[in-house]
Structure formats: structure tokens, C-alpha cells
Antibody
């Protein structure tokens, strides 16, 4: 059974870089099936916000509103993918989820449990 | 960006009720809509995709319909486990967006 687990720094200072990793078990990040991977976040009391995708090829596509500050990468040897958000502010405080993107479509069929990241000095 | 607006924001219901949640898109998204259930402190869980396709393992009391700009999620015979928040998501474009959520609460 596919499982995703986020890890990373829970407290980040303003202007610094937020870094999170999603470890994938029970499946391969490059195991075929047409799946890709994604990060989504949920600020406290607000709606979900999609951050970006990474395809098995390593190609990426980001939310235009975050594109200048976001990067997603994939590490095949560790079976994980990662998120970096630069120049963070309090507005980046959120629960960050990693998820698998459905094959040949863009819904999210498996999610990690989420990681709370707080931006504060 | 395509805006997704759900109604109502909160819905009060009793066990056994049939409830409907509506999601309206600011422009046509064809049938590319998914529905998720989220319980407090948990990640969202996929219920329905492509507007009406039930994810394997999801109870048949959940159903979805709609196309274009208006979509609905219906729960027949509400069960205690169904009290949660529900989100719609459009993925017509690469840049997908979510609704603001509908909380289903006990009447």
C-alpha cells in the first residue's frame, strides 16, 4: 500500500528557505504507471492551495503565484521528492502535504499526513 | 485562475439525511472535478474524480454529478463517519484550484 510521509523543518525564520521532503514507500517515484507527484499546502483556516507537480521524468510545473520562489526535485535513489520555498514570510505558514497525482489526470489520489511549517522569528 | 465556489459553507444535518454540496466554477472545467473529505487533523482523502467516478473503496452512498461549471456531491443516508469538511477541486488546467470547503456538522 502506497504511503507518503513528509519531513523537514517545522519552524523557519522570515526570509529564509523552507525545505521539506516526502518519503514514498509501497511504490516507486519513478515506477511507471504515469503517476507524478505534488505538493499542496493549507494555511490555517484557509482553503487548500496547490504548489506544484514533478513528473517522473523530473520535469516540473508550478503554481504561477509561487513559481518565482518554489522548486520541486526528485531523488530516485532515495525514493523521495522535495520542496523548497525561498524568501518565506508569515503567509507561507501552513500545513504542507505531499501527494501522488492520478495517472493521466491531475487529481490527488494519495496524500501524506501533512507537516506544519511555521514562519516566525 | 479558475475560481471554485462551494455552497453552503456549513451544512447541518442528521444521521440518515441525504445532503448535497454544490461547487461552481468561474469558467467551464468540463468534467475535471474531484471531491475530497477532510477530518480534523487529517489529510484530505479522495472520494470522487472526473466529476462522478467513485474511488475504489469509497462507500456507494457518495455520488458526484455535473459538468461545465456546476457540480454536486451527494451523500445518501449520512453516517456518523461522514461529518467532516468536503472540498472540490478543478483540474481542467494544469494550474488546479480548490473550493473553500463545506463543513458538514451535526444538527
Amino acid at each position: 500500500q502506497l504511503q507518503l510521509q513528509e519531513s523537514g523543518s517545522g519552524l523557519v525564520k522570515p526570509t529564509q528557505t523552507l525545505s521539506l521532503t516526502c518519503n514514498v514507500s509501497g511504490g516507486s517515484v519513478t515506477g511507471g504507471g504515469g503517476y507524478s507527484w505534488s505538493w499542496i499546502r493549507q494555511p490555517p483556516g484557509k482553503r487548500l492551495e496547490w504548489i506544484g507537480y514533478i513528473y517522473q521524468s523530473g520535469g516540473t510545473f508550478y503554481n504561477p503565484s509561487l513559481k518565482s520562489r518554489v522548486s520541486i526535485s526528485i531523488d530516485r535513489s532515495k525514493n523521495q521528492f522535495s520542496l523548497k520555498v525561498t524568501s518565506v514570510t508569515a503567509a507561507d505558514t501552513a500545513i504542507y502535504y505531499c501527494a501522488r497525482v492520478g495517472s493521466a489526470s491531475y487529481f490527488f489520489d494519495s496524500w501524506g499526513q501533512g507537516a506544519l511549517v511555521t514562519v516566525s522569528s | 485562475d479558475v475560481q471554485m465556489t462551494q455552497s453552503p459553507s456549513t451544512l447541518y444535518a442528521s444521521v440518515g439525511d441525504r445532503i448535497t454540496i454544490t461547487c461552481r466554477a468561474s469558467q467551464s472545467v468540463s468534467r475535471w472535478v474531484a471531491w475530497y473529505q477532510q477530518k480534523p487533523g487529517k489529510a484530505p482523502s479522495l472520494l470522487i474524480y472526473d466529476a462522478f467516478t467513485l474511488k475504489s473503496g469509497v462507500p456507494s452512498r457518495f455520488s458526484g454529478s455535473g459538468s461545465g461549471t456546476e457540480f454536486t456531491l451527494t451523500i445518501n443516508s449520512l453516517q456518523p463517519d461522514d461529518f467532516a469538511t468536503y472540498y472540490c477541486q478543478q483540474y481542467n488546467s494544469y494550474s488546479n484550484t480548490f473550493g473553500q470547503g463545506t463543513k458538514v456538522a451535526i444538527k
